[in-house]
């Protein structure tokens, strides 16, 4: 069973958004917030697997409720997904450097509702991940461009910096053994490996990173 954390300010959005997530029989809506440190309280009191949280919220935002789980060791397990619009990019851009496991536009269907919560829970892949890249890619483009990689990647094997490259551009972990002809296991163990030495939260965090340490050059991604 899944339990999920509802946290948005309008009450018909949790409505409309509970009613999709209790027609599956392995999701359980276990408490509601209207704000961002109603949230970060309610998952100290519930310790929900998944939180889908509105970013613009009165008071603590959604974006500084998910720095605060992310940075709470006794949350560790709890992903994080924000729920924003196209015109917040920004804000979602630094959610996932906070920590966020990644991001749902409100008006998706509801089987993608449905399936982003599944997948942040298991940690497998990204939410969106081409529409991830293109917004990390927009902010990145702002940043100075890093002529080499950050030597913090040095800690990295070079089969390690090919994992980190395909998670960069989007590619699970099927999809990553498919390109380097390694079992589905060991690219998962390769991705796990990698997180544990850059101390990245999830997928989400390794994708910010490749960015921010230059291992991907915006707009020349491969495909």
Same mark, same amino acid.
């Given at each position: 069973?899944?339990?999920?954390?509802?946290?948005?300010?309008?009450?018909?959005?949790?409505? !409309?958004?509970?009613?999709?997530?209790?027609?599956? %029989?392995?999701?359980?809506?276990?408490?509601?917030?209207?704000?961002?440190?109603?949230?970060? %309280?309610?998952?100290?009191?519930?310790?929900?697997?998944?939180?889908?949280?509105?970013?613009?919220?009165?008071?603590?935002?959604?974006?500084?409720?998910?720095?605060?789980?992310?940075?709470?060791?006794?949350?560790?397990?709890?992903?994080?997904?924000?729920? +924003?619009?196209?015109?917040?990019?920004?804000?979602?851009?630094?959610?996932?450097?906070?920590?966020?496991?990644?991001?749902?536009?409100?008006?998706?269907?509801?089987?993608?509702? +449905?399936?982003?919560?599944?997948?942040?829970?298991? !940690?497998?892949?990204?939410?969106?991940?081409?529409?991830?890249?293109?917004?990390?890619?927009?902010?990145?483009?702002?940043?100075?461009?890093?002529?080499?990689?950050?030597?913090?990647?040095?800690?990295? +094997?070079?089969?390690?910096?090919?994992?980190?490259?395909?998670?960069?551009? !989007?590619?699970?972990?099927?999809?990553?053994?498919?390109?380097?002809?390694?079992?589905?296991?060991?690219?998962?163990?390769?991705?796990?490996?990698?997180?544990?030495?850059?101390?990245?939260?999830?997928?989400?965090?390794?994708?910010?990173?490749?960015?921010?340490? !230059?291992?991907?050059?915006?707009?020349?991604?491969?495909?």
């Amino acid at each position: 069973m899944i339990r999920i954390l509802l946290a948005d300010d309008q009450r018909l959005v949790r409505l !409309g958004i509970r009613s999709i997530l209790e027609d599956e %029989s392995d999701f359980e809506v276990v408490a509601e917030a209207t704000d961002g440190q109603a949230a970060i %309280s309610a998952c100290r009191d519930h310790h929900p697997d998944v939180v889908l949280m509105d970013i613009r919220m009165p008071g603590t935002d959604g974006l500084q409720a998910a720095r605060e789980i992310a940075a709470d060791e006794h949350l560790a397990a709890v992903k994080v997904i924000i729920l +924003t619009t196209f015109d917040l990019d920004e804000y979602v851009y630094a959610a996932l450097r906070a920590g966020a496991s990644g991001f749902l536009v409100k008006d998706s269907e509801p089987e993608e509702l +449905t399936h982003a919560v599944r997948v942040a829970h298991r !940690g497998d892949a990204l939410i969106s991940p081409s529409v991830t890249r293109r917004l990390i890619e927009e902010f990145a483009r702002s940043r100075p461009a890093s002529r080499q990689p950050d030597p913090r990647l040095d800690v990295l +094997t070079n089969r390690e910096t090919e994992v980190m490259r395909l998670v960069a551009v !989007g590619r699970t972990n099927d999809e990553i053994a498919s390109t380097l002809v390694l079992s589905p296991l060991t690219a998962k163990t390769h991705v796990s490996r990698i997180m544990t030495k850059l101390g990245a939260r999830d997928r989400s965090q390794l994708v910010v990173l490749a960015y921010e340490y !230059g291992l991907i050059t915006p707009g020349r991604l491969d495909r």
